[in-house]
């Protein structure tokens, strides 16, 4: 027996040794961390929490339920269109594209190995916080957007081909019903982040940039980066004020033009980064909100993502205002969608 224990205690000592170790990403031509590539946000889970979840996280079991039941709902909004069924009544509204057109993404978001039911970190109740004043300018905006249609400059930006719907553009980038695509791009003193939708390209320089003044409003705001470690921190401001409402669904967002968005990429293995992002707003929010959300590897190069909206549908959507106020009605309110 003594003569096993000094072979114990080498082997004690040694177990560290097979402990997994950290990730660290590869580095590029330059030294840095290597972010390049295509990668994407597609996932089931959302900004914040839905009601059905009580809870930041859930188990498999749980999110294969989700996934099952979510799969089972796009099969049915894929099928073809009956070609015997009539054409809709005048003035109905005829619907848009089926299921298959679109890319929300099928399984929920997965980070640390935790399925997790929102990407809002803080507050823990996973609901953004609005202060009243800001929730009343939200409102204001939402409202705005869906009741004017004096021209072309009053609707949403994604109507316009501008930046994508919701804030898929971002910063923050959140995930929407489709093309949910990022490419990293790299070199010695900056970082672009190209946008699926709508075709953005995010220019940050990796050092101290001469900002432009006050004035000039850029969309996307005004971005500067640098590593802290295997950490690519970016932090904006001087947001458009056209900007400031980021209609998607039931999941649209606010971020005035003094907001603050901070911003910290990750590679934690070879088909990931962590993208951290913290929202510091302080007229429109009760708080500074944190958020995680996974960025996976995607395969492919991405595709051009050609928005025509502004050419077809814009002109259509003022058309029909026009012809309603013709008629003595008022406009309908649309739904901010896609």
């Known amino acids: 027996m003594r003569r096993l224990l000094p072979l114990l205690a ?47 996280t859930i188990t498999e079991a749980q999110a294969k339920a989700v996934e099952a039941a979510r799969a089972r709902a796009m099969d049915a909004q894929s099928r073809p269109t009956d070609p015997n069924a009539p054409a809709p009544s005048a003035g109905d509204d005829p ?12 399984r929920m978001g997965r980070i640390r190995g935790e399925v997790r039911t929102a990407w809002l970190v803080d507050p823990a109740d996973g609901r953004l916080p609005y202060r009243p004043e800001g929730w009343n300018l939200y409102q204001a905006a939402l409202m705005k957007a869906r009741t004017t249609f004096d021209g072309p400059e009053a609707r949403p930006l994604g109507e316009r081909c501008i930046l994508g719907f919701g804030s898929t553009a971002g910063p923050p980038m959140m995930n929407v019903l489709y093309n949910n ?14 946008v699926e939708m709508n075709h953005d390209a995010r220019v940050i320089p990796l050092r101290d940039a001469a900002r432009p003044p006050a004035q000039m409003r850029a969309w996307m705001g005004q971005s500067t980066g640098r590593w802290e470690g295997e950490t690519l921190v970016v932090e904006t401001r001087g947001f458009h004020p ?31 980064i962590l993208y951290a992002f913290e929202v510091d707003d302080p007229s429109i929010y009760k708080q500074v909100w944190k958020a995680e959300m996974a960025l996976n590897a995607a395969k492919g190069p991405m595709y051009e993502y050609a928005c025509h909206e502004g050419n077809y549908s814009l002109p259509g959507i003022l058309a029909g205002a026009r012809k309603a106020e013709a008629d003595g009605k008022a406009p309908e309110a649309v739904e901010l969608s896609e």
Do not use: C, M
């Open 95 to 106: 619907g848009g594209y089926n299921a298959f057109w679109i890319d929300p993404g099928t």
């Open 181 to 194: 695509h990022y490419q990293f791009q790299q070199s010695a003193d900056h970082a672009v982040i190209v």
């Open 10 to 56: 080498a082997l004690a000592l040694a177990t560290p040794a097979f402990a997994q170790t950290p990730y660290k990403a590869p580095r590029n031509a330059f030294g840095q961390p290597d972010l390049s590539g295509v990668w994407t946000n597609a996932a089931l889970t959302s900004l914040e929490r839905p009601a059905q979840f009580k809870t930041a």
């Open 242 to 272: 056209g900007e400031s409402l980021r209609p998607y669904f039931g999941a649209s967002l606010y971020i005035s033009p003094e907001g603050r968005v901070t911003e910290r990429f990750t590679r934690v293995s070879a088909d990931q």
